[in-house]
């Protein structure tokens, strides 16, 4: 059976929901040895695809259609890729977006819908687990075919990049049937640490609160988020939900930049699965070299700056 996951992207941001699907949709596929397709709807569908290659991952579709999520035109795109692309199993966030078409979708297939899956299985027939109140129930699916949503954070991101196709499809969206479109979006406080593409991540090494300033430009500057090693939370200079670590988030981003971070095992935990690493550390036998893709040995105050005037200029 083709499993196809469903990406999903807010505000011009891919969601980091998107690749803990592909990873469902991978494990699930893996007992049958299924192709695993991914589809991105609407925005920047074609910005977003490469990102979504992951390793396993055999084709992304991306649909030119919409600027922002659109109910409407996701149940219609999705529906019509499915009958494509033989898809037989259908998995999809359990996010207020997700939750918005996946019903929509299965009501056109004729499929079921299972709602808020902790645990995904193919090996004899579909089935899905469900957990409540610590009671966990598998469901057998009549037929083998669902759209699943899944409920979040029960799978970690699909890391490793693959070499999947990326097809655009052409979907035939009836205007008629489009209802709703976005009309207008305001960001409610910071962004989550997790959803960020680049996390610009402060240690110790950055001395005194003072100097989160030129950080927070360069983070502005970029449009992203700032997190921290544990001493500067403990300090007080960040909140606790900005640890990375053991004790705090795990997170994936793209890039992951290490401003004075010495790189102790309890804080790369939380971030060794980012995509790329870049640390800045005057020391060179600092740990974070390790797993840095990209080094840099100089005192920050030196380093950072330079790109925070670049882009104000
Ligand atoms: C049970 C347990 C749980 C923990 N959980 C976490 C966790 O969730 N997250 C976490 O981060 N830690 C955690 N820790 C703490 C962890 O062990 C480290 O102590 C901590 O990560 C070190 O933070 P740091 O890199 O900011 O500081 P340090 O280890 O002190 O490193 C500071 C770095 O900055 C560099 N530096 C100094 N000045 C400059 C400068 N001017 N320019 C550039 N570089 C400079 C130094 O060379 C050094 O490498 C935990 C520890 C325990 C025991």
Do not use: C
Not at 47 to 63: E, I, M, N, Q, S
């Amino acid at each position: 059976m083709t499993v196809l996951t469903v990406a999903e992207h807010r505000g011009g941001r891919l969601r980091e929901v998107s690749r803990a699907t592909q990873t469902a949709g991978l494990e699930l596929a893996e007992a049958t040895d299924d192709p695993v397709h991914t589809a991105v709807v609407g925005g920047d569908a074609e910005r977003f695809a490469p990102r979504l290659a992951r390793d396993g991952v055999d084709v992304v579709h991306t649909v030119a259609e919409g600027e922002e999520f659109t109910y409407d035109i996701a149940t219609q795109a999705l529906t019509q890729l499915v009958a494509d692309i033989d898809a037989r199993v259908v998995l999809a966030p359990g996010s207020a977006t997700g939750l918005a078409y996946a019903p929509a979708v299965a009501a056109r297939l004729g499929w079921p819908v299972v709602t808020d899956a902790v645990g995904l299985d193919a090996a004899d027939g579909l089935t899905v687990a469900r957990e409540a109140d610590g009671t966990v129930t598998t469901f057998a699916v009549d037929g083998d075919r669902a759209v699943v949503t899944l409920r979040p954070g029960e799978w970690p991101s699909a890391e490793a990049t693959g070499d999947a196709e990326i097809w655009s499809f052409a979907a035939d969206i009836d205007d008629v049937a489009v209802r709703s479109t976005v009309t207008g979006s305001e960001t409610l406080g910071d962004r989550e640490l997790t959803e960020a593409d680049v996390v610009v991540a402060v240690g110790r090494g950055i001395g005194a609160e003072a100097n989160l300033e030129v950080v927070f430009d360069l983070a502005e500057a970029i449009d992203e988020t700032v997190a921290a090693a544990s001493p500067p939370v403990k300090r007080g200079w960040l909140p606790p939900e900005r640890q990375v670590g053991q004790s705090g988030v795990t997170v994936a981003p793209d890039v992951y930049l290490a401003i004075g971070v010495s790189g102790a095992a309890q804080h790369l935990v939380g971030m060794r699965e980012s995509d790329t690493v870049v640390a800045i550390n005057r020391d060179p036998t600092a740990p974070i070299f390790d797993v840095a893709d990209y080094g840099i040995v100089a005192d920050f105050a030196d380093v950072v700056p330079a790109p925070v005037a670049a882009f104000d200029s």
